[in-house]
């Protein structure tokens, strides 16, 4: 069974930085998609940033220039890094891991503020 764990979310202030972690237990992670989502109160979930498993990348532009999303396999975990947060980063960032079509699963969350 594959379970997902994100941390490193929290208060920040405008301007400052954070970095989300997404550890995935189970197999077959480095040939797994990765992408962090988030949803702000009263709105949709939408895309953050993807990474494959070959290590293109992909970001809304949102968020380009400011976010990065990494991986390292070795220890089968995700990254979001965020620069420059502003209060409209303010969500719950949501990491999911994909495989074809038949695996898809999703960590419960991790809270971001940006708030002075």
């Known amino acids: 069974q594959v379970r997902l764990v994100e941390s490193g979310g929290g208060l920040v202030q405008p301007g400052g930085s954070l970095t989300l972690s997404c550890a995935v237990s189970?197999?077959?992670?480095?040939?797994?998609?990765m992408a962090w989502y988030r949803q702000a109160p009263g709105k949709q979930r939408e895309l953050v940033a993807t990474i494959t498993s070959g290590g293109s990348t992909n970001y809304a532009d949102s968020v380009k220039g400011r976010f990065t999303i990494s991986r390292d396999n070795a220890k089968n975990t995700a990254y979001l890094q965020m620069n420059s947060l502003k209060p409209e980063d303010t969500a719950v960032y949501y990491c999911?891991?994909?495989?074809?079509?038949?695996?898809?699963?999703w960590g419960q969350g991790t809270q971001v503020t940006v708030s002075s």
């Open positions: 189970g197999s077959l992670f480095g040939s797994r998609t």
């Open positions: 999911r891991s994909t495989y074809g079509i038949t695996l898809d699963n």
